[in-house]
């Protein structure tokens, strides 16, 4: 073996640091290093005209950015429960991804994994304490040996933008490496796998952590192409064009422009005998529009999001259960996507809680994550419904609380531990009752 397996590794990382890159300037076109040769950047055949280098830039848009955003901003984690029988602190638990700001850093790490089709987080230690690193998958090189599903690498390297490894992470250590390539500090963490995270939303069964940028790249070419021919017909065929046959030769150049200019510029036109005037009709854009139009639809369809997220239509007359049957697919798709970000995101509190010497949570496999409910819903239609779920089906009211949308489990475990600091007079009556042994009310003290 090597005595600089990180160097081997790192080399092997170059393919897909030059994919990212591709994904980067197809999310937002012009965004990176001009000249890489994205493809959504060959809508006209790569021409090199003035006038087609500006209305591809024109045609080029961050439609698959806007893509990404829509189904990243809705995937919100906001704590981990337990089943009832398992004891120990949620809030240490959670204290690692608080800790390392992911409350507000994590819809980066949800977007970079949908768009390169996996994102890494580091689990290392800090002293008593886990600390949590994202990193993208330009960052990160990766040794899965001979199980490309397992949840742990066999090894993996931290590489800088430029593709310098940095860090070395063994089922035994962390490696730090200096810009020489030398292993400068090792820190022991001596949890048995290389604690490196990989959340991939659509990875297969084989292994293979497909990216929804490659997914939809080729529809999302075809859109760009349509909005292409569109401003084609904009800048060349939208407007009627002036036609005069039958003129004398005007003799010389200077007459000839003259002719040209009164003809063009007069609102009436008179001719001798044998003039004719007419006229070119513009290219009419309906066809275009129609094709623009189901193009954006084909491809919110193959992304499970409604057609309007992309294309800022608006909605009309659409009852409560036509629009909830329109985002009913974006849901499936968000579920599917949460359900895959979710073993890893516990795997990574399971290792803190490994570091932290948290034994009871290291091994607890019951934990689950609670995710925000991102649907548009008002206030007043929650709160309905989950009073008829209390008053009807006897679900006690508190277990209810967190399903209030914009309510957090912390701020609903908040609301629990006031109510039981400060319960009702009926409630603390019962307490009392209780409290008595007999079931027989307090003696009442004369005054």
């Known amino acids: 073996m090597s005595d600089r397996p990180w160097e081997k590794l790192a080399e092997d990382t170059a393919e897909k640091r030059w994919e990212a890159q591709q994904r980067q300037e197809d999310l937002v076109p012009g965004s990176t290093t001009p000249g890489i040769g994205a493809p959504l950047a060959t809508v006209d055949g790569g021409g090199k005209s003035a006038d087609q280098r500006r209305l591809r830039a024109l045609a080029l848009g961050p439609t698959l950015a806007l893509l990404v955003d829509t189904l990243g901003r809705q995937i919100i984690a906001d704590g981990v429960t337990r089943t009832a029988d398992q004891q120990g602190d949620l809030a240490a638990l959670w204290a690692p991804w608080e800790r390392a700001g992911m409350p507000t850093r994590q819809t980066a790490l949800w977007k970079a994994a949908l768009t390169d089709g996996e994102a890494f987080l580091l689990v290392a230690p800090n002293g008593p304490t886990a600390k949590l690193e994202a990193a993208s998958v330009a960052r990160v090189g990766v040794d899965w040996g001979d199980d490309p599903t397992a949840d742990w690498p066999a090894c993996a390297v931290f590489l800088t933008k430029g593709g310098r490894p940095t860090l070395y992470v063994t089922d035994q250590d962390l490696i730090r490496i200096d810009r020489a390539s030398n292993p400068y500090e090792v820190v022991h963490h001596g949890l048995g796998y290389a604690p490196v995270c990989r959340f991939a939303p659509y990875l297969s069964i084989?292994?293979?952590?497909?990216?929804?940028?490659?997914?939809?790249?080729?529809?999302?070419?075809?859109?760009?192409?349509?909005?292409?021919?569109?401003?084609?017909?904009?800048?060349?065929?939208?407007?009627?064009?002036?036609?005069?046959?039958?003129?004398?030769?005007?003799?010389?150049?200077?007459?000839?422009?003259?002719?040209?200019?009164?003809?063009?510029?007069?609102?009436?036109?008179?001719?001798?005998?044998?003039?004719?005037?007419?006229?070119?009709?513009?290219?009419?854009?309906?066809?275009?529009?129609?094709?623009?139009?189901?193009?954006?639809?084909?491809?919110?369809?193959?992304?499970?999001?409604?057609?309007?997220?992309?294309?800022?239509?608006?909605?009309?007359?659409?009852?409560?259960?036509?629009?909830?049957?329109?985002?009913?697919?974006?849901?499936?798709?968000?579920?599917?996507?949460?359900?895959?970000?979710?073993?890893?995101?516990?795997?990574?509190?399971?290792?803190?809680?490994?570091?932290?010497?948290?034994?009871?949570?290291?091994?607890?496999?019951?934990?689950?994550?609670?995710?925000?409910?991102?649907?548009?819903?008002?206030?007043?239609?929650?709160?309905?419904?989950?009073?008829?779920?209390?008053?009807?089906?006897?679900?006690?009211?508190?277990?209810?609380?967190?399903?209030?949308?914009?309510?957090?489990?912390?701020?609903?475990?908040?609301?629990?531990e006031y109510a039981d600091a400060h319960p009702s007079e009926l409630e603390a009556y019962a307490r009392a009752l209780t409290a008595d042994g007999e079931g027989t009310p307090p003696p009442v003290e004369e005054s």
């Open 206 to 416: 084989d292994g293979d952590a497909e990216s929804l940028v490659d997914r939809l790249r080729i529809p999302a070419r075809r859109y760009i192409k349509t909005v292409h021919d569109r401003l084609l017909i904009q800048h060349s065929n939208s407007w009627r064009v002036k036609t005069v046959t039958g003129l004398d030769d005007p003799g010389s150049l200077e007459d000839a422009e003259r002719m040209k200019a009164h003809l063009s510029t007069s609102s009436i036109l008179t001719g001798g005998d044998g003039v004719q005037f007419g006229s070119l009709p513009e290219t009419s854009m309906q066809s275009v529009l129609d094709a623009e139009r189901a193009d954006l639809g084909t491809l919110a369809a193959l992304a499970s999001v409604p057609s309007w997220s992309l294309s800022g239509s608006q909605l009309v007359n659409l009852s409560a259960d036509a629009l909830a049957e329109a985002k009913s697919a974006e849901r499936a798709h968000i579920t599917s996507i949460q359900r895959a970000l979710g073993r890893p995101l516990l795997n990574a509190l399971r290792a803190s809680a490994q570091i932290e010497r948290r034994v009871t949570d290291a091994n607890d496999y019951t934990l689950r994550v609670d995710w925000r409910d991102t649907e548009a819903r008002s206030l007043s239609q929650a709160a309905d419904a989950l009073g008829k779920l209390s008053q009807s089906l006897g679900v006690p009211a508190q277990l209810l609380w967190q399903r209030i949308p914009g309510v957090s489990p912390a701020e609903a475990q908040e609301w629990q």
